[in-house]
């Protein structure tokens, strides 16, 4: 179908793109515009794909493992081609931020790309507005991840000559924490949007089910990481480490509960 050639050349465009990205950096290259352009171009042609499957289906991608993966490549190439294209000074930081984005992409080429149904509880604008905010929350927390292993592999052989014209590591630093400022802000927002939704949906606020609770426990995660990094005046790498617990934390209520509970509130059914 047009919906999957789009996504499969849009897959090949970033697969394209970050590999340039990541060669550059062993190479001490600086193809920067290409890589750019190429993850435009892969972004173009992904949302026309969303766009087309969504025209088809006549509901958004949220529904089945397909649609959500495909979504969340999206989004968080999306995020990372924001900050890609506005803080030329962490571009490198493509060497850790692609391998993390090829992982769901390799993930997302195994998924069944069949239909699946939209339940009765979908049927709310609440639902946009709790995926839009956590959307650009896991976007947020990525790109803090890209510069933080930035950080983390200047302390290393290999890394200490090839991201030497970057910003000292308390700038970075104080980019990567920026980033996940913006993301407690909209996971805050998402948490509540998310339980507007459950009232609408079943009659109640909170249940503590298995994707609130990890959602509620990536938030306390990311609240103690700025906490720390502003009260224990914390080093760039040591402040790395605390980035890359809140990325573990919340990849895994991105994709992993969803996907394994049996409760009513599922990532995909």
């Not at 790309?113 to 609440?126: D, I, K, Q, V």
Request: hydrophobic fraction near 60%; proline fraction near 4%.
């Amino acid at each position: 179908m047009d919906e999957l050639r789009l996504l499969w050349a849009a897959l090949l465009a970033y697969v394209v793109a970050g590999s340039i990205g990541i060669v550059a950096v062993v190479l001490r290259r600086r193809p920067e515009r290409a890589v750019l352009a190429l993850i435009v171009l892969g972004l173009a042609l992904h949302t026309l794909s969303i766009g087309v499957r969504w025209e088809r289906l006549g509901h958004g991608p949220f529904i089945t493992l397909f649609e959500i993966l495909s979504s969340n490549v999206w989004s968080m190439m999306l995020a990372f081609a924001l900050a890609y294209w506005r803080l030329p000074s962490i571009r490198p930081s493509a060497a850790v931020v692609m391998p993390i984005l090829f992982m769901v992409m390799g993930w997302l080429l195994m998924t069944n790309p069949g239909e699946g149904h939209l339940p009765a509880t979908y049927h709310t604008t609440w639902l946009y507005i709790h995926i839009g905010f956590g959307k650009v929350f896991f976007g947020a927390v990525l790109v803090a991840v890209g510069i933080s292993g930035v950080i983390l592999a200047r302390g290393t052989a290999f890394g200490s000559g090839r991201f030497e014209r970057l910003p000292a590591d308390s700038h970075l630093s104080e980019l990567a924490f920026r980033c996940m400022a913006i993301g407690f802000i909209f996971e805050t927002l998402m948490l509540i949007a998310g339980a507007i939704w459950a009232q609408d949906a079943w009659g109640r606020y909170w249940a503590w089910d298995p994707l609130e609770t990890w959602a509620f426990l990536t938030w306390l995660v990311l609240a103690f990481s700025l906490h720390a990094r502003f009260t224990f005046k914390l080093s760039p790498r040591a402040g790395s480490l605390l980035v890359l617990a809140v990325f573990i934390v919340a990849f895994l209520t991105f994709f992993g509960v969803p996907f394994i509970s049996t409760s009513a509130h599922k990532g995909a059914v």
